[in-house]
């Protein structure tokens, strides 16, 4: 069914609205998808700010060229749904690979944009076991923490060797 020049500019201007969010976007082929399980996949995008959006190829497309973005043609073809990843875009590869093992079948990975350049499904992946946001700031927090930690061991072994040479020196005179 065809749709209206008012339909396409809106759907226009929604894809651009997320692709100028997202730092990233995951391509997915969905077959045989219920909408419940659809409502399922949306939920489990967004608890990492995630959305996903079954899209119109040709618009997408010209959304992507609009934004700056390359345009993967021999990706926008077929049922296409694109996950777009905001802040932590290695978060929502994440999740999105995660959904490829609960919806076995009904959903595939057809590639990726990040920073410009375009993902293959293994490139997908791999940025899918890239720490994220919160790992990296855990990771952080630990370096920054560890000098001072080692000083204060340090301090503590220098602190516990007082008593120690203060006694050997208290035995050394008795004896004396």
């Known amino acids: 069914m065809a749709i209206t020049r008012e339909r396409k500019e809106e759907l226009l201007g929604i894809y651009g609205e997320l692709l100028g969010q997202a730092t990233g976007v995951v391509f997915t082929e969905f077959k045989g998808i219920t909408v419940a399980q659809v409502k399922q996949v949306r939920g489990k995008l967004r608890d990492v700010e995630g959305t996903y959006v079954v899209t119109k190829n040709t618009l997408f ?66 940025v899918s076991n890239l ?11 630990g370096l920054l923490v560890q000098p001072a930690s080692g000083i204060v061991g340090s301090i503590n072994a220098v602190v516990a060797g007082v008593p120690m040479v203060l006694q050997a020196n208290v035995s050394k005179h008795e004896a004396a």
């Open 61 to 126: 497309g010209i959304a992507l060229e609009n934004a700056g973005w390359p345009v993967p043609d021999d990706i926008l073809t077929g049922q296409t749904a694109v996950v777009f990843g905001a802040a932590n875009f290695p978060a929502v590869a994440k999740a999105t690979m995660g959904l490829l093992k609960d919806f076995d079948g009904f959903l595939s990975i057809k590639g990726g944009i990040m920073a410009g350049q375009l993902l293959t499904p293994a490139q997908v992946e791999t």
């Open 131 to 141: 720490p994220t946001l919160d790992e990296l700031r855990a990771m952080l927090a």
